[in-house]
């Protein structure tokens, strides 16, 4: 039983190094494949710098990262295309605490970019996405968001 469990586990860890590109990766050095991420609820918040509401969220984005469930992943996703150097800047500009999907490559969400900013997606472990969520979050909203079913 335990080789059959070790066969199984180094099959998983082959698959994973020969599978293709991640969806998405992110300046904390995350891959991401949806495909892999059971379990897990990933939240995605688009924003621009030049969006108001989008900068006044971002205190209760930095505060729903802090204290998130293990199980929950907060990615944020610039509307507007920049390289990982200027979106690395903004980052720190703006006092952004969450990872970030970097540009390059663009990422692969499995929902439509929104047309409406900031905008809040929830994907469920069970693939499901929950969203846009319109408008600025805040925390209880971003707890309620990755609670409901």
């Known amino acids: 039983m335990k080789l059959r469990t070790l066969v199984c586990a180094a099959a998983a860890v082959l698959i994973t190094a020969c599978s293709p590109k991640p969806d998405v990766v992110t300046d904390a050095n995350n891959e991401f494949r949806w495909a892999q991420l059971e379990g897990k ?46 979106l690395a800047e903004l980052k720190q500009r703006h006092g952004i605490e969450f990872q970030l999907a970097m540009m390059d490559p663009a990422p692969a969400f499995p929902f439509e970019r929104p047309q409406v900013l900031p905008a809040t997606y929830v994907i469920k472990p069970d693939g499901s996405v929950k969203g846009p ?15 409901s079913h």
Not at 58 to 81: C, Q, R, T, W, Y
Request: charged share 20%; with cysteine; glycine share 4%.
């Open 41 to 86: 609820t990933v939240v995605v918040n688009y924003f621009a710098q030049w969006c108001a509401p989008c900068l006044r969220e971002l205190p209760e984005l930095n505060e729903f990262n802090a204290h998130k469930p293990e199980n929950v992943e907060l990615i944020g996703v610039s509307f507007d295309p920049m390289s990982n150097n200027e």
């Open 133 to 147: 969520l319109m408008g600025e979050q805040d925390l209880e909203s971003l707890e309620n968001a990755v609670q």
